[in-house]
Structures are given as C-alpha cells and as structure tokens.
C-alpha cells in the first residue's frame, strides 16, 4: 500500500517504510524529525523541470507528462521496482516537501506506483 505525507507531518507507526521523494532537503526539517527510512533522490523532477513548473497548478498537467518520462528512466525505474517490492509487503509513505497537497511530482509518483501494482496484477 502507498500513501503520501507531507515531510513537516510527524512521523507516525501507520507510515511503514518512509521515503523521500524530493531532490533537495526540505528547509528547516532535522534527519530525526523526518524519520526516513530512505532519500530517494532518483524518483525527483529534474532540476530543469522543478523549475519550470515552480508549483504553477494551471502547469500540473504538462508538468506530468514531462516527470512521467523522467520516471521511465533506468535509475528511477530501478528505485520504482524496489518501492513495489516494498508496498507488496507493507505500508510506503512518499515523503514530500509541497505545499500543495495535490499539484506534487508525489502524487503523480503516487499513481506511477498504482498503475504499475494493477498492471502487474493483470499479468
């Protein structure tokens, strides 16, 4: 099972395996606060397209198709397989910095995973 959390939220026992999925730290949050278990660096926008869609929600759609071909990457892919090993066993939090809790790259890493997991379920 996956789920998103923003990184300023406490840590809680329900998050299971909790993972970074920002390229940068987010501002002002100690290691012992965020209660990673993993930083998964691989999975975040590239620095090209975080900026581009500096979190303009009128560009979330674009930003999408965009980040969904970065995911395609082997090392991004590598790291996808590893977080669906780990949700086929138990809870993953993808840990985030946004303060938009809908217009994220987790949340569109969220529904890679979902995709992914029924996709795998079909075979």
Known sequence: MFRTKRAYEPAGPEDGYRVLVERLWP???TKERAALDHWAKEVSPSPALRTWYGHDPER????????????????AQAVIADLRRRGARGPVTLVYAAHDEEHNSAMVLLRELERARRKAKRR
């Open 27 to 29: 501002r002002g949050l």
């Open 60 to 75: 979330f759609e674009a930003f999408t198709v965009r980040y969904r071909k970065e995911l395609a990457a082997p090392a």
